[in-house]
């Protein structure tokens, strides 16, 4: 841990030397916090996070944020926990140990791809059936003609079980993820999210096939497609 310490210190010098102004945290609860009161242009996350693990707490930050560019730095050098990371979101994925100079070029690297393509490549917009959803805009049409700005809540949830497609999303996954640790809603107000989103998207809410739950478990995004 004391280690965690020194080079946690020795990176904010380094960037403070470089001219970026630099917040430092020491777990994952508040690099969330941090995430969701302010304005940040770079990510640098470790994985090995007291509390909320760095591969959790990029996954919630790309769910809050598309734009920010996230760089993982971790003891997990396996070719496994780098596509983890980048499948999560991640932008870029350094090993421990690493030479300084090598984190500053990729840091300036991302900053710069940043500034010149905007937002990260990803999921920015998702049809199924002739139902569209803009994660960047918050905008929905619906296959019966509804136009409806969502919540960010509710685009957070809804890109969540998207991304997951045809798979089987736990109720503590969503808690985690969506409602960031601080505050978890009854199980109740997860349903009437799931509720809303059969309203707006299915042909039939009480025979949902887009939107459906899996009793004990949690809910699951089914399009057959596979897009």
């Not at 505050?183 to 707006?200: E, G, Q």
């Given at each position: ?11 904010r010098l380094n960037l403070d030397l ?210």
């Open positions: 841990m004391e280690d965690e310490v020194h080079l946690r210190d020795v990176i470089e001219g970026y102004d630099v917040t430092s945290v020491d777990d994952g609860k508040s690099a969330l916090a941090e995430v969701d009161n302010k304005r940040f242009d770079l990510v640098l996350l470790d994985i090995m996070l007291p509390e909320i693990d760095g591969f959790k707490v990029c996954e919630s930050i790309r769910l809050r944020n598309m734009h920010v560019p996230i760089l993982i730095i971790s003891a997990k050098g396996g070719s496994q926990d780098k596509i983890r990371g980048l499948k999560l979101g991640a932008d870029d994925y350094l090993a421990k140990p690493f030479n300084l100079e090598e984190l500053l070029l990729r840091v300036k690297n991302l900053l710069k791809r940043a500034d010149l393509v905007g937002a990260p490549s990803g999921l920015r917009e998702y049809q199924f059936g002739n139902n569209m959803v803009d994660f960047s805009s918050y905008q929905i049409k619906t296959s019966r003609g509804l136009e409806k700005l969502l919540s960010k809540r509710e685009i957070m949830l809804l890109r969540l079980l998207i991304e997951r497609r045809n798979l089987v999303v736990s109720r503590e996954q969503i808690l985690e993820s969506v409602w960031g640790y601080d505050v978890y809603p009854s199980t109740r107000t997860i349903d009437n999210y799931i509720l809303a989103f059969r309203k707006y998207f299915e042909e039939e809410p009480k025979s949902p096939k887009y939107f459906v739950s899996i009793r004990g478990i949690g809910y699951k995004f089914c399009n057959g497609s596979g897009d």
